[in-house]
């Protein structure tokens, strides 16, 4: 069977269609909220997560164990940003203080420079689970900035936001070659 080196597919693509594929720049996106758009911000992470694996011994296979996916954690997510007069991140995080448990969905669109999303991620029940104020320092000039960290029970990459970038690289071959 022969082996297909990583990142052919991409080179023989641009060599067919003529088409750069380059990655996503991450400096232009936004967050909704149950579909509002909550504010810029300046930092988004925690967009990760991990398969835990159970390692299981099999009867006449010495030299190695089978694994096996046992289930996918999530990290919190932290949304960072300059604060303002509108304080509904501290808001949510108060009551959720007073366990009143206010779960909401959320998208994170990266977005192209013209502003048109490229990609998304949705992100099933976050509730804020703590909330950091302003670092604040007199011999600065510095924004002050909150950071809200978000529980949440997922985070999936939206089937649409895969087509979406598919059609995009249609799009871009079908413009090269007119």
């Given at each position: 069977?022969?082996?297909?080196?990583f990142g052919a597919p991409v080179q023989i693509a641009k060599r067919v269609t003529g088409?750069?594929?380059?990655?996503?720049?991450?400096?232009?996106?936004?967050?909704?909220?149950?579909?509002?758009?909550?504010?810029?911000?300046?930092?988004?992470?925690?967009?990760?997560?991990?398969?835990?694996?159970?390692?299981?011994?099999?009867?006449?296979?010495?030299?190695?164990?089978?694994?096996?996916?046992?289930?996918?954690?999530?990290?919190?997510?932290?949304?960072?940003?300059?604060?303002t007069d509108l304080d509904m991140f501290y808001g949510w995080f108060l009551q959720v203080?007073?366990?009143?448990?206010?779960?909401?969905?959320?998208?994170?669109?990266?977005?192209?420079?013209?502003?048109?999303?490229?990609?998304?991620?949705?992100?099933?029940?976050?509730?804020?689970?703590?909330?950091?104020?302003?670092?604040?320092?007199?011999?600065?000039?510095?924004?002050?900035?909150?950071?809200?960290?978000?529980?949440?029970?997922?985070?999936?990459?939206?089937g649409a936001a895969r087509l979406l970038g598919a059609v995009r690289s249609g799009v871009?071959?079908?413009?090269?070659?007119?």
């Amino acid at each position: 069977m022969p082996v297909i080196p990583f990142g052919a597919p991409v080179q023989i693509a641009k060599r067919v269609t003529g088409v750069r594929v380059d990655p996503y720049m991450a400096y232009n996106f936004h967050v909704e909220a149950d579909g509002l758009v909550i504010g810029g911000f300046t930092d988004v992470s925690g967009l990760t997560q991990e398969v835990e694996i159970k390692r299981q011994a099999v009867g006449g296979r010495n030299d190695s164990d089978v694994i096996l996916p046992v289930k996918t954690k999530q990290t919190d997510l932290v949304l960072s940003r300059g604060m303002t007069d509108l304080d509904m991140f501290y808001g949510w995080f108060l009551q959720v203080q007073q366990l009143i448990a206010v779960k909401k969905s959320l998208t994170i669109y990266l977005l192209d420079d013209r502003s048109a999303p490229i990609t998304w991620w949705d992100v099933a029940n976050a509730m804020p689970i703590r909330w950091d104020g302003p670092t604040l320092n007199s011999t600065t000039n510095a924004v002050a900035v909150e950071k809200i960290t978000l529980a949440h029970e997922g985070v999936s990459r939206a089937g649409a936001a895969r087509l979406l970038g598919a059609v995009r690289s249609g799009v871009s071959a079908a413009q090269s070659v007119l």
